[in-house]
């Protein structure tokens, strides 16, 4: 029988397990969606911060990618030695994004995540998820294009705040660059942290917003009517896929359009994309 107290009206906070890697994924975000990190100012800040912590502590970040209201870190570490990375790493940012945009209170939403990694294959799909954020939100078209993510790291002959002994012993996993950069088109069977349910529901909305305006365009007033068009099916769904970040079971419930049928789609545009990528040099 448990020993744990539950006192009514208080959210209690779960321990963090411990990693037996020593691998994690971590994401922090602004609170109430607030985009902390929008500006190059801030982008630049955070990365100095990182570096500069990362002097004082025995700590290695194996990924990162900076979005506009959340950061995501792959890290090495003992979880104690995290917690204490971590705090270090908000108050430092807070104190300079207050004092920047003249407020007080909070800048970081509750504490951060994480996630422990306790197997190979997982600590490669987290790095892969991370990389991936900015196409995910369509921020860029391919994984290459992001500036604020250390796959530019991975592929050049250089490390910014990346473990320069991790990023070896990851590409020693590959046959070369290229390899390295197929990876990420490779579609991912893990799940992995994410910034939440309202994201979802604005992709949603957004989505709906999507769909609505192109029918009107077209004189069709009920989706059913798709159905029997493929022409225009087909181009919703890629409307969908490049503009949004749902996924194939998501876009088959919003458009009653078989999840199959959805799929082949969906894979026949991201091999398209996959073939404008430009050439990584080895």
Not at 17 to 39: C, D, P, V
Not at 116 to 124: D, M, Q, R, S, T
Not at 172 to 199: A, P, Q, T, V, W
Request: hydrophobic letters at 35%; one cysteine or more; glycine letters at 2%.
């Amino acid at each position: 029988k448990s020993n744990k107290k539950v006192i009514k009206g208080i959210k209690m906070r779960t321990a963090r397990k411990e990693s037996a890697s020593g691998y994690y994924h971590i994401m922090t975000r602004g609170i109430n969606k607030l985009e902390i990190f929008k500006t190059y100012e801030e982008k630049i800040k955070i990365m100095k911060i990182l570096n500069q912590i990362l002097d004082d502590m025995s700590i290695k970040i194996i990924a990162y990618c900076i979005m506009n209201n959340h950061l995501h870190l792959l890290i090495k570490s003992e979880k104690d030695s995290m917690s204490i990375f971590m705090k270090k790493v908000n108050i430092r940012y807070a104190m300079f994004y207050n004092k920047k945009e003249k407020r007080v209170g909070s800048v970081f939403q509750d504490r951060y995540k994480s996630k422990e990694i306790e197997n190979e294959g997982y600590l490669f799909s987290a790095l892969r998820y991370i990389h991936n954020n900015p196409v995910k939100a369509k921020l860029v078209e391919n994984v290459t294009a992001y500036e604020w993510s250390s796959m530019t790291d991975f592929l050049l002959d250089e490390v910014n705040i990346i473990d320069k002994d991790e990023k070896e012993w990851i590409l020693e996993r590959f046959k070369g660059r290229k390899d390295f950069l197929n990876y990420h088109f490779l579609e991912d069977m893990y799940s992995h942290l994410d910034i939440n349910e309202h994201m979802k529901e604005h992709e949603i909305e957004k989505a709906n917003r999507i769909i609505v305006k192109y029918l009107q365009s077209k004189n069709i007033s009920d989706i059913n009517e798709i159905k029997n068009n493929n022409k225009i099916r087909e181009r919703i769904i890629q409307i969908l896929v490049n503009q949004t970040s749902l996924n194939a079971r998501e876009i088959a419930e919003i458009t009653k359009i078989a999840r199959s049928t959805v799929s082949r789609l969906k894979t026949k545009i991201k091999s398209e994309q996959k073939r404008t990528v430009p050439q990584i040099p080895r």
